[in-house]
């Protein structure tokens, strides 16, 4: 979930001074170096082991992800507020939830089973790092308004939410804003070219 600003007060510390040296920080920041640097060599195995029909199970499964994180970024408003409208009133983190479907998705399209487990317990490894950095952030920039937040939603299984925090509506001005438009046309080609390599060379001996 992405935070939002706020003006710090006198009695309203600076959160980064206070986050800094913790360790919830440290792993977050380790989370994300991690992310990037395992990025490329997961996109080169995913073309070299893309290779075997059907694509529809792990094509749907990408695409059922990436409309979740279509949904939520239709709502992030960032520099505003905490963000609680649309799936943000379901879960704390309907970006992190579609993130793993596209991932899991993905692996599905190599029918190389032993894969799943790994790729599961690396996500939830590398999303819960960064959730629990993102919460104390929160924490610390909004105080009680986030505490009922965060009281009255689950972090990661959506449920229905039992009282109504927004009344903000999908924004295709805020999709546009997180640059949600080049990552769902990304995920598209990137599936248009697994399908273009599966049909051109088939199976590959490994």
Known sequence: ???N???ETPEDPAPAAVLASGP???LQTLASKLRWALAVPAVAMLFAFADRPPMWPGVALALFGEGIQ???SAHLRKNVD???SG????ARNPMYIGRFFV???LVLLTRRWFLVVPYVVGFWLYAQARVLGEEAHLRSLFGDRYRDYYAATRRWLPWWPRRRFSQERWSWQ????NHQVRVTAALVVGLLLIKWRMTAFGPLPW
């Open 1 to 3: 979930m992405i935070v």
């Open 5 to 7: 600003e706020k003006l």
């Open 24 to 26: 919830i920080v440290r």
């Open 70 to 72: 279509l949904w939520a």
């Open 82 to 84: 905490v963000v609680m």
């Open 87 to 90: 799936p943000y009133a379901l």
């Open 103 to 105: 991932g899991l998705g």
């Open 174 to 177: 805020c999709v546009r804003r």
